[in-house]
C-alpha cells in the first residue's frame, strides 16, 4: 500500500522520503509569487513574510496534482491510502475526491481510500506516522483502515497563538472569538473540534495555558508520545515540554517546527500539543 499526504502534517520532506511517503504539497502566494509548501519555500521563510507585514495566501492541492499521483501508482496496481487535512480547514480532501472519482472512470477496479482526518499540523502527522507503522508491520489492509480511522477518532489538539486577529484574517476563526480575546489580553488555548478550530479557554499568561495543556494531559491518561510545534516560538515549546516532563509520567516529548501552510494561518509565536487519547 502506498501511504500519501498533503503538506499539512508538517511532517518533514527528508522524513516522508525516509518512511516512502508521497507528499503534495499546498501552494502559499506571498507578492503574487507561487510557491509549493516545503519543496519551494520554508518556515523561516513564511515568518519572516509575516514579520514584514505581509499576508500570506494558501490554496488548495488541486484535483490534477492528485490525479497524476494517484494514476502512477493505480496503473502499477498499487493500493492508495491518502489521509488528509482536515476538509473544514482546505478544499484539498474534495480535490482528491475529484482525482479519484476521475480515474475510477477508467479504472473501476482502482483500490483508491481517501480518509479525511479532521486534524491538522502535527495532529495529522501523529496519525501518518502510526498509518506507516502498520504497513510496516505489514497489516492487512481491513486492520489497517480500522485502526487509522481509531486514530482519527483518538487524535487531539491544543495550541496558542500570539495574535487571534490574525487566525480570524485567515478566516479560520470568526471575528468576534478575536475581538474578545484581544480585547481581554488573554492567551487562548484551542483545539481541533470536528475538524474545526474552536477557542476553548482563556489564560491570563502562557505559563496557565501551559498548566492547562497539561491538565489536558492527565485527564486524559496519556502516557505515550506527545509531539509539540512551534513557530518562532522555541522557547515557549521548550517550555511546555519541561512542564509536561516535570507533571506527569510522560518520557517521550518531541518538538519539531511548524511547516509553512499551517504557520501562514496562525503566525509567529504558536505553540501546539498534540497527542493520541487512548481512552475513547
Same mark, same amino acid.
Given at each position: 500500500?502506498?501511504?500519501?499526504?498533503?503538506?499539512?502534517?508538517?511532517?518533514?520532506?527528508?522524513?516522508?522520503?525516509?518512511? /516512502? $511517503?508521497?507528499?503534495?504539497?499546498?501552494?502559499?502566494?506571498?507578492?503574487?509569487?507561487?510557491?509549493?509548501?516545503?519543496?519551494?519555500?520554508?518556515?523561516?521563510?513564511?515568518?519572516?513574510?509575516?514579520?514584514? /507585514?505581509?499576508?500570506?495566501?494558501?490554496?488548495?492541492?488541486?484535483?490534477?496534482?492528485?490525479?497524476?499521483?494517484?494514476?502512477?501508482?493505480?496503473?502499477?496496481?498499487?493500493?492508495?491510502?491518502?489521509?488528509?487535512?482536515?476538509?473544514?480547514?482546505? /478544499?484539498?480532501?474534495?480535490?482528491?475526491?475529484?482525482?479519484?472519482?476521475?480515474?475510477?472512470?477508467?479504472?473501476?477496479?482502482?483500490?483508491?481510500?481517501? $480518509?479525511?482526518?479532521?486534524?491538522?499540523?502535527? *495532529?495529522?502527522?501523529?496519525?501518518?506516522?502510526?498509518?506507516?507503522?502498520?504497513?510496516?508491520?505489514?497489516?492487512?489492509?481491513?486492520?489497517?483502515?480500522?485502526?487509522?480511522?481509531?486514530?482519527?477518532?483518538?487524535?487531539?489538539?491544543?495550541?496558542?497563538?500570539?495574535?487571534?486577529?490574525?487566525?480570524?484574517?485567515? *478566516?479560520?476563526?470568526?471575528?468576534?472569538?478575536?475581538?474578545?480575546?484581544?480585547?481581554?489580553?488573554?492567551?487562548?488555548?484551542?483545539?481541533?473540534?470536528?475538524?474545526?478550530?474552536?477557542?476553548?479557554?482563556?489564560?491570563? /499568561? +502562557?505559563?496557565?495555558?501551559?498548566?492547562?495543556?497539561?491538565?489536558?494531559?492527565?485527564?486524559?491518561?496519556?502516557?505515550?508520545?506527545?509531539?509539540?510545534?512551534?513557530?518562532?516560538?522555541?522557547?515557549?515549546?521548550?517550555?511546555?515540554?519541561?512542564?509536561?516532563?516535570?507533571?506527569?509520567? $510522560?518520557?517521550?516529548?518531541? +518538538?519539531?517546527? $511548524?511547516?509553512?501552510?499551517?504557520?501562514?494561518?496562525?503566525?509567529?509565536?504558536?505553540?501546539?500539543?498534540?497527542?493520541?487519547?487512548? *481512552?475513547?
Amino acid at each position: 500500500m502506498q501511504l500519501i499526504v498533503d503538506s499539512c502534517s508538517d511532517i518533514s520532506i527528508d522524513e516522508l522520503d525516509r518512511m /516512502g $511517503i508521497e507528499m503534495i504539497p499546498l501552494k502559499i502566494t506571498i507578492d503574487e509569487e507561487d510557491y509549493l509548501d516545503q519543496y519551494e519555500i520554508s518556515n523561516t521563510e513564511v515568518l519572516d513574510a509575516i514579520s514584514e /507585514g505581509k499576508r500570506p495566501l494558501t490554496s488548495q492541492a488541486n484535483p490534477e496534482d492528485f490525479t497524476k499521483v494517484f494514476r502512477k501508482y493505480v496503473e502499477r496496481n498499487v493500493p492508495v491510502l491518502y489521509m488528509a487535512f482536515s476538509s473544514e480547514l482546505s /478544499g484539498t480532501y474534495q480535490s482528491a475526491v475529484i482525482a479519484r472519482d476521475t480515474i475510477l472512470d477508467d479504472h473501476p477496479d482502482a483500490d483508491i481510500t481517501l $480518509i479525511d482526518t479532521k486534524a491538522a499540523s502535527y *495532529g495529522l502527522g501523529l496519525i501518518v506516522e502510526r498509518a506507516h507503522g502498520y504497513v510496516e508491520e505489514g497489516m492487512a489492509k481491513e486492520e489497517l483502515l480500522a485502526k487509522v480511522e481509531k486514530d482519527v477518532k483518538a487524535i487531539r489538539h491544543f495550541f496558542t497563538v500570539d495574535d487571534l486577529d490574525y487566525l480570524a484574517k485567515g *478566516g479560520r476563526l470568526s471575528k468576534g472569538q478575536a475581538f474578545l480575546g484581544g480585547l481581554l489580553n488573554i492567551k487562548p488555548l484551542l483545539h481541533v473540534e470536528e475538524g474545526r478550530l474552536v477557542p476553548l479557554e482563556k489564560h491570563r /499568561g +502562557i505559563k496557565k495555558v501551559h498548566s492547562s495543556m497539561v491538565k489536558h494531559l492527565i485527564a486524559d491518561n496519556v502516557s505515550h508520545e506527545v509531539h509539540i510545534t512551534q513557530a518562532n516560538a522555541e522557547s515557549q515549546a521548550e517550555q511546555l515540554k519541561q512542564k509536561i516532563l516535570d507533571g506527569t509520567d $510522560i518520557t517521550d516529548v518531541k +518538538i519539531s517546527t $511548524i511547516g509553512p501552510t499551517i504557520s501562514s494561518h496562525t503566525g509567529n509565536g504558536t505553540v501546539a500539543m498534540f497527542y493520541f487519547n487512548e *481512552g475513547v
